[in-house]
């Protein structure tokens, strides 16, 4: 990770940004063709076992694929799973897919299942195409793409709940303290500086938004820390679209991710 960005700072903010680094999974977006039921991928048709009800919203309708991470292909990171299948599931005949903004913890437009050992029979891509008889409304991965991930060290320079914890302010209070009328010149590298290192998503680190980290307003949420998020990508074949260019985040608490408990995985996403 470039670190250009740092010489920009006061001396001693830098040193405290530095001390803000945490290692993270980068995701990587790559077409390349059928896979799989196992694979990590997005979109398409994953591993579900018959032993188990198929996901579906409150309207009994399925919900679909959005991603699912087998952390058997993946590199080990501390207090996350390194073997098993963790998947995602969202309403696409939601306008919001699935996300309650009035209660994010209300999972019925979305599912996420971790399957520690994904031995059992699982529905073929062909049963579970049986299962969609209605066109989705609003798609979000147009196809099925494998998903690559590689360790990395992050920044604490997200605009998020985690930054004004850290900082006691928000990301643009901070900047404007130091750089005044540079502040929009400098806001503009860091997010540069983020994205590039964030991959197409990613497995723990901090979170981004395209809006406001529904954290910040609503205490019951601040334990939790980033589980998975999946960006909007597009070009060369791929195309994943949170609405206009958003992001998708899933958070869950630091206890719950010991255990290996996803039961109170909670998701939101945002968009310009």
Not at 24 to 35: D, M, Q, R, W
Not at 53 to 71: E, V
Request: aromatic content about 14%; overall charge negative; proline content about 5%.
């Amino acid at each position: 990770m470039s670190l250009q960005i740092l010489e920009k700072f006061p001396t001693h903010l830098g040193k405290q940004i530095m001390k803000s680094s945490k290692s993270f999974i980068a995701l990587n977006v790559e077409k390349s063709g059928e896979l799989p039921l196992t694979a990590s991928k997005s979109g398409g048709y994953g591993y579900f076992p018959k032993s188990k009800a198929f996901p579906t919203n409150s309207d009994g309708q399925p919900l679909y694929l959005l991603a699912q991470l087998n952390f058997s292909e993946l590199p080990p990171l501390p207090s996350y799973p390194t073997s098993g299948i963790l998947a995602f599931y969202v309403d696409l005949y939601d306008d919001l897919i699935g996300m309650d903004l009035e209660n994010y913890k209300n999972r019925s437009g979305y599912a996420v299942h971790y399957f520690e050992n994904p031995s059992e029979n699982s529905y073929s891509k062909e049963e579970q195409a049986d299962f969609y008889t209605e066109e989705p409304e609003y798609v979000v991965v147009e196809g099925e793409y494998k998903l690559t991930g590689e360790i990395r060290e992050t920044l604490l320079l997200q605009d998020c709940f985690e930054f004004e914890q850290y900082y006691g302010k928000n990301i643009y209070e901070l900047i404007e303290e130091h750089f005044n009328d540079a502040t929009d010149d400098i806001l503009d590298e860091i997010y540069d500086f983020v994205s590039a290192n964030d991959g197409d998503g990613k497995i723990g680190g901090f979170p981004s938004f395209t809006q406001e980290d529904p954290r910040i307003h609503n205490k019951d949420l601040q334990q939790d820390i980033l589980l998975f998020q999946l960006d909007s990508s597009y070009g060369e074949g791929i195309e994943i679209m949170w609405g206009d260019c958003g992001i998708g985040n899933f958070f869950i608490h630091p206890d719950d991710l010991r255990r290996m408990n996803f039961e109170h995985v909670w998701y939101n996403w945002d968009c310009s």
